[in-house]
């Protein structure tokens, strides 16, 4: 099939691709409720939480303590939905049709898509985060010593949150219907690294222990931690789960 092409009679590249899904991203109302759950979320968890978590730690833990638990209990949850939505909502309504009619490449629309939604996560889990941190430091009089903890923890958060929702988009393509990849990804996120614990303890086996500190959510942890190695283990999952998508996409019916 040959490429849409553009007024000036250049075909329709990967740059018209990440256009078109800023356009549709940012224009339906789902993401901005996405966005202000977890905004409202972080400022809520920083204005109710004691910091006695942290009280034993250095100075600034107790307002970081805020954005690790925040995130790790409930905001993953929210980017993983928001992820998956961007491709399960089209597939559902079969308006993806639509958008592979004007971009016949699969493969370029999961990648523009992929590259749109990393980016909007990444932005939104930093802002959310350093909002959070912030209003915990400013709670707890750490303001001034917590500032460059804080701006590293909300850029490490903003890279987790960014890729995760690049693996709930692959995740998306892959099962296609919302109810069951949002079911894959809370396994993925909270059992598997659970399974995996416990067979290892049970079963005297190490490795198994290694295995569930590279899934997504305790390499995540790490990275939002300060462990700034894990984001290649992220990348890697992110990767492998685009492939997967873009393979179910382009070997089955829209």
């Known amino acids: 099939m040959t490429a849409p092409v553009r007024g000036d009679q250049r075909p329709l590249g990967l740059r018209d691709a990440v256009a078109a899904e800023r356009i549709k991203l940012f224009t339906v109302r789902s993401t901005w409720w996405f966005a202000g759950g977890l905004l409202a979320l972080l400022l809520l968890m920083a204005i109710v939480d004691d910091g006695a978590d942290g009280a034993d730690g250095p100075a600034s833990a107790q307002s970081l303590t805020v954005g690790l638990t925040a995130v790790s209990h409930f905001g993953q949850y929210i980017v993983a939905a928001f992820g998956l939505l961007v491709v399960t909502s089209e597939l559902a309504t079969r308006s993806i049709t639509v958008t592979f009619a004007a971009t016949p490449s699969r493969g370029r629309v999961m990648v ?44 490490a958060t903003g890279v987790y949150l960014g890729l995760l929702a690049v693996i709930s988009l692959g995740v998306g393509a892959l099962v296609r219907r919302s109810a069951g990849a949002l079911t894959c990804m809370v396994l993925l996120l909270l059992v598997l690294p659970e399974v995996l614990h416990l067979a290892g303890e049970r079963l005297g086996a190490p490795f198994l222990d290694t295995f569930a500190g590279w899934t997504p959510a305790q390499a995540g942890w790490q990275l939002m931690s300060g462990h700034w190695e894990y984001v290649l283990v992220l990348v890697a999952w992110a990767v492998a789960a685009v492939a997967a998508g873009i393979g179910v996409l382009r070997s089955r019916d829209a």
């Open 112 to 155: 523009a898509k992929a590259v749109v939604t990393g980016i909007a996560g990444l932005v939104l889990g930093a802002a959310a985060t350093a909002l959070g941190v912030g209003t915990a430091a400013a709670r707890h009089g750490e303001l001034p010593r917590a500032l460059g903890d804080a701006a590293e923890q909300a850029a």
